[in-house]
């Protein structure tokens, strides 16, 4: 049986709380009342997908001005090389922001999904962890916390239960 003040074990007929001194009243509860590690991180991993989101929109929206800004007018600079591939780079960059910034929008879709428990959020959550693994630091925090969350067997069966009790 447990507290349900601070989840401390208590034994049946049991006054107080031996960890945290709060005052049983009537019957202990026999199961953990806080609820599953899904449920206690599920709003606070869509709140940082969508920060680490905003983050990477800002990387992208450079990435893309350089690539359509910059590189088109590099051959005004003096003393520029003249055999330097302006169109390659330009294209490359401006290729590289929009994946960026496709990556961004995934994880506010994400983000908003886990706020919201929608049933497709863990699949979309889980898929950006991966690939946000070789973005370090922050990437590759998100992406273990994600894993650490949505990843184990028995956090499917939670999260759904968290789609099933949010649609009823």
């Known amino acids: 049986m447990f507290c349900d003040g601070c989840g401390a074990t208590v034994q049946a007929g049991q006054a107080f709380c031996s960890k945290c001194g709060k005052q049983i009243v009537g019957p202990v509860s026999l199961a953990m009342p806080y609820p599953g590690r899904v449920k206690q991180h599920t709003h606070l991993l869509g709140i ?5 989101s905003a983050m990477t929109t800002l990387g992208g929206l450079v990435v893309l001005v350089v690539g359509t800004t910059f590189f088109p007018h590099i ?25 960026i910034l496709a990556k961004a929008a995934c994880g506010f879709i994400a983000g908003r999904g ?13 898929v950006l962890a ?13 992406g273990i916390y994600t894993m650490w969350v949505l990843l184990p067997g028995g956090s499917q069966q939670e999260y759904e239960a968290l789609v099933e009790t949010r649609a009823a």
């Open 48 to 52: 940082l997908w969508l920060a680490v």
């Open 75 to 99: 051959r005004e600079i003096p003393n520029v090389p003249p055999g330097m591939p302006v169109t390659f780079m330009s294209a490359i960059c401006t290729t590289i922001g929009i994946l």
């Open 114 to 126: 886990l706020m919201q428990h929608e049933p497709w959020a863990r699949t979309v959550a889980l």
């Open 130 to 142: 991966f690939l946000s693994l070789f973005n370090i630091p922050f990437g590759t925090a998100l």
